[in-house]
């Protein structure tokens, strides 16, 4: 019967060192997947750094086009002897400024909410990254706990199994 009572001694050793270690191998995945949403997060707000980049050069190109627009026209009526500043010249141009002022509204304002998106998306990863290594911590600190009570768990249905423990399976000889 001590025989018995020694294998379950050590059973409980070992399942204690496996929830050890069981607990220490997902503490380290939660931290891997807390550092990898903490890198797309950083991506996302790259991302949007990126696309007002973008959203500022496509504003330039529609102004530098609008500039063109307006020298050219600018040119023709000259070359024509037509007096700019005003009549039918002047108001062509206001109207091709105003259509190049709604483009450049709509490229900003689009670029921004592109970017306002991608920043949302960099926000969850990063509230996402601080639940996972909240996880980590957790299962880091829950590991040793589990093993202990394991541990306490086997060390008492060894002593129950002793001669003469109250409630014992084993009766003295």
Do not use: C, H, K
């Amino acid at each position: 019967m001590e025989g018995v009572g020694l294998i379950a001694a050590v059973a409980s050793i070992a399942n204690a060192g496996l929830s050890m270690l069981q607990a220490n191998q997902q503490a380290g995945q939660a931290q891997i997947a807390s550092q990898m949403a903490a890198i797309q997060a950083r991506q996302g707000e790259l991302q949007a750094r990126s696309i007002e980049q973008q959203g500022e050069a496509t504003a330039l190109d529609v102004r530098e086009s609008l500039l063109r627009t307006l020298s050219a026209q600018q040119a023709r009526y000259s070359a024509a002897g037509i007096v700019l500043g005003e009549g039918t010249p002047a108001s062509l141009e206001d109207e091709v400024s105003a259509e190049a002022e709604r483009q450049l509204g709509t490229v900003r304002t689009n670029a921004g909410l592109s970017a306002a998106s991608a920043r949302i998306g960099g926000a969850n990863q990063a509230a996402r990254s601080s639940l996972l290594a909240d996880q980590s911590r957790f299962e880091a600190l829950s590991g040793p706990i589990r093993g202990g009570l394991a541990l306490a768990d086997g060390y008492l249905r060894f002593q129950a199994r002793q001669p003469g423990a109250r409630g014992s399976v084993v009766t003295p000889e």
